[in-house]
Each structure stands twice: as C-alpha cells, then as structure tokens.
C-alpha cells in the first residue's frame, strides 16, 4: 500500500503511502469479519480467485507447481485461498498489524489437508527486488489504486517476474460510474466501505494499465470485468468500475 509523500527521496523507490498503511492496520482487528468494513473483499474474493485460478490452469507450467507472491496481502483473504487450493503463497504487506491478523488466522484456521504452503512476511516489494527473489506468479489484488507510483511499482513487479511469468492485477477504472458506485456509493451511501478508503484520482484504466505494462516489459493477456449485481459478483466484459488483468513478460 501506498508510500509517504512527504518522503521526497525515497518517493521513487519505494510504494508504501504511510497513511494509507495506517488506515488499513486500524481495520486489522476486523480484517475476517465477514460483515465488517473489508466485506466487499470477502464478496468478491471467490470471483477473483476463480479467474486467477482458471488461468494458471490454462498454462499447465504453473497450476499448483509455481511459487506466488500476494502483494499488499493484507489479513491474508486472497493468500489463503490460494494456499487452499494447493498452491505456494507468500503474503507480504507493509502492515505490520495486518500481517499479525493474517498470521493469527492461518494459526487459528489451518489450512486445508490438500492444501500448499503460505508465509507471511512484512516487508515491501522494493526489498524483494533488493534481494533478487523471482516468482512464477505474483498477485497485487485492490492494490495499484493505493501505491504512490504504479508506474514504478509495476516495474517492480516486472523485476520480480520469472521469465514466462504471469501478474494478475485487479483494480478500479477512473470512470464515472466508478466514481458514482466505487466511492460514493460504496463509503457514503451502503457504507460498505470505510469513508476514504479510495481516492478517485487514483484509480487506473485499462489503457493506461496497457501502458504501464509495456513500459515495464509486459503485456496484458487477458481482462475481464467484475460487476456487482444484487445476488453477487460477476465476472463480466464490463470493466468500466472493477476489472482484473494478468500480465505477461512472455
């Protein structure tokens, strides 16, 4: 999450925003709370692991084989259900409260018989590149709107990448309806959301993900559409609010 912009040199390298730590560490406590502040991540977490899931699955090379890195995993929501499913997870988040909650929940609820791996680390990606780590697979769900730079942390991500890799990004468009359901409606109106959670200004396009990408090496394979309907989330062509990419450097 995003980085301290009262940093000035440590502004392009790094992209944690302390505020942004600070706000989500308050909602560590509530983090598993079905119907709590972070119950739009529960919503729609079965959808985007479905989608990650389906496409690992298409590239055999990686289906329950590859190692992932869950960045900006908070309490571990995404993180777990990947671990649940058999694959090899590291969560990492600046947050030292929200990796506490997370590592609580994995104590408290283990995971599955057939289940893979899942470490907890805090920390941030700028370390990882630091240390030369490589993953198969790295997630960055609900995170680009958050982080000061998405431009750089996207060629972090990159730096990250095993040649042949897959990123799979979910975020927010900067559109109208956006604004009018992803925040408005969202933290004012349903309240299903923490009053400043997200900054309108912040959220991405597509095509500036596009963009994003290819300055980083990487390509956008596939995108869809998360679309909330009164019986669930669905995944949809519609990516004028919610929307989920996976990147390539292949």
């Not at 298409?58 to 571990?76: E, F, M, T």
């Not at 791996?117 to 997630?139: A, C, P, R, W």
């Amino acid at each position: 999450m995003p980085i301290d912009t009262t940093d000035n040199a440590n502004k392009q390298n790094n992209s944690i925003i302390t505020n942004e730590i600070d706000h989500f560490n308050q909602l560590a406590d509530q983090w598993w709370d079905r119907k709590g502040p972070m119950s739009s991540l529960h919503d729609m977490n079965d959808l985007r692991i479905e989608w990650i899931n389906r496409n690992l699955r298409h590239n055999n090379q990686y289906y329950k084989s590859g190692n992932i890195l869950d960045i900006g995993c908070g309490a571990g929501l995404a993180s777990e259900a990947l671990a649940n499913m058999g694959y090899n997870v590291l969560g990492i988040d600046a947050g030292e409260k929200v990796i506490k909650a997370a590592q609580y929940h994995l104590d408290t609820t283990p995971l599955l018989p057939k289940g893979g791996s899942l470490t907890y680390k805090v920390g941030s990606i700028e370390e990882l590149v630091h240390e030369n780590q490589h993953f198969s697979v790295i997630t960055a769900l609900e995170l680009l709107e958050h982080v000061n730079d998405p431009q750089n942390f996207i060629h972090n991500i990159s730096q990250l990448l095993q040649t042949n890799g897959m990123i799979f990004v979910s975020t927010i468009n900067r559109t109208l309806p956006a604004f009018l359901f992803a925040k408005v409606a969202a933290e004012y109106i349903t309240r299903k959301l923490p009053v400043g959670t997200h900054n309108w200004r912040q959220f991405i396009t597509p095509s500036e993900l596009g963009k994003m990408a290819h300055s980083a090496g990487l390509r956008i394979k596939s995108i869809a559409g998360m679309t909330f309907y009164p019986n669930g989330w669905k995944l949809t062509q519609n990516v004028k609010i919610n929307y989920i990419a996976c990147l390539t450097n292949s």
